[in-house]
């Protein structure tokens, strides 16, 4: 099966402007994260998505970063305006829901955006 | 908020020793737990999945086990091989599908 696909792999922007980022999951997967990792650290949650609603964006810096999930496939992660501290990798992930939602949901992640602000 | 901590946060060994990798977490309530691996430059790798009913999982050369109501779980890896070199990090699963991930354990195996 096709895996995670994420674009573009790099970007580098200046603070202030604005950067947007596209993950297609594994066809059927309902269940999609977006999760910031900063070097030297473990991935942190930024939003979860179960088909197109929000389960989890209490970590979303709701101020300037965005998350859209179209028609429960694709979807987008927008940073307007960046900071400095935006810098990082930028990891989509999916998973399958089971049965009642619990059990063997395995996560899997696309390769990363890696954002520079300068 | 579940906290997990990973120890150590890196370790070097000479190539075919065995070595364990641990992760703690502070609530318990979970409903699996994940490992993965994490090369450079790339995105994560799942590796084992153990279920909360399950004491060990194993897989190759890897063998983890959860004990839930201590919060910890370890990753053993057998015969270490150069390949081997990654960080490794660990998810509890908590209702809704939710991953918490540590800061991971970065090693290096050396030929």
């Known amino acids: 099966e096709a895996g995670v696909a994420q674009s573009p792999r790099y970007k580098i922007i200046e603070k202030r402007q604005s950067v947007a980022f596209w993950c297609n999951p594994i066809?059927?997967?309902?269940?999609l994260y977006w999760y910031q990792q900063i070097l030297g650290q473990g991935p942190k949650l930024l939003i979860q998505f179960q088909n197109n609603g929000v389960v989890d964006d209490s970590q979303l810096p709701k101020d300037r970063f965005s998350a859209e999930r179209l028609k429960g496939v694709d979807s987008t992660l927008k940073i307007q305006p960046a900071k400095l501290e935006d810098s990082a990798v930028y990891l989509c992930a999916s998973s399958l829901i089971r049965g009642n939602g619990f059990g063997a949901n395995v996560l899997t992640f696309g390769a990363g955006s890696r954002l520079t602000v300068l | 908020k579940q906290e997990v901590t990973q120890i150590p946060a890196a370790l070097s060994v000479p190539e075919g020793e065995n070595l364990v990798l641990n992760c703690s977490f502070t609530d318990s309530a979970i409903y699996n737990l994940q490992w993965f691996r994490q090369d450079p430059g790339k995105g994560l790798t799942s590796l084992l999945l153990?279920?909360?009913?399950?004491r060990e999982q194993t897989s190759g050369r890897l063998n983890a086990s959860l004990d839930k109501s201590s919060g910890r779980s370890t990753l053993y890896i057998a015969a270490s091989q150069p390949g081997d070199s990654a960080t490794y990090l660990c998810?509890?699963?908590?209702?809704?599908?939710?991953?918490?991930f540590g800061t991971g354990t970065s090693l290096t195996v050396i030929p």
């Open positions: 066809s059927g997967h309902a269940t």
């Open positions: 153990i279920q909360s009913s399950q």
């Open positions: 998810a509890p699963v908590k209702a809704g599908n939710q991953f918490y």
